[in-house]
């Protein structure tokens, strides 16, 4: 792995390939709007599923889950209402979730949060 961005593509393609494995339908992936990006909507059922993912090669600055900040949530957030507005979804049922994909480990480890935060922060 060469830098950051390949990292983070890679830990994105390993995240939707999870997701897949469980059933996820993968709708979106890098969906970018004025507000940001976010990595992967998805559907689960009848919920839609914002995903936040991060890659990390071990764990010296935290974990790959612990820097979602309230700041990157409350981005995720933005975004994910631009993708509503622009599908005309409104305030259809959604969660935002995190994946962890930490390459200090062969195969990567995967970690996964449901609900990890809400759209009020």
Do not use: W
Request: include cysteine; charged fraction near 30%.
């Amino acid at each position: 792995m060469d830098g950051r961005g390949e990292l983070g593509q890679r830990g994105e393609a390993i995240a939707e390939a999870f997701l897949r494995a469980l059933r996820y339908r993968v709708l979106a992936r890098n969906f970018r709007c004025r507000a940001g990006e976010i990595d992967i909507v998805a559907q689960e059922g009848n919920q839609l599923v914002f995903v936040e993912v991060r890659s990390r090669r071990g764990q010296r600055q935290g974990t790959a889950l612990e820097s979602v900040t309230p700041r990157k949530q409350a981005q995720v957030v933005r975004v994910a209402r631009h993708f509503l507005a622009q599908r005309g979804l409104g305030e259809c049922d959604s969660r935002f979730d995190v994946i962890g994909v930490d390459f200090a480990v062969d195969p990567p480890d995967v970690a996964h949060v449901q609900h990890a935060f809400d759209a009020g922060g």
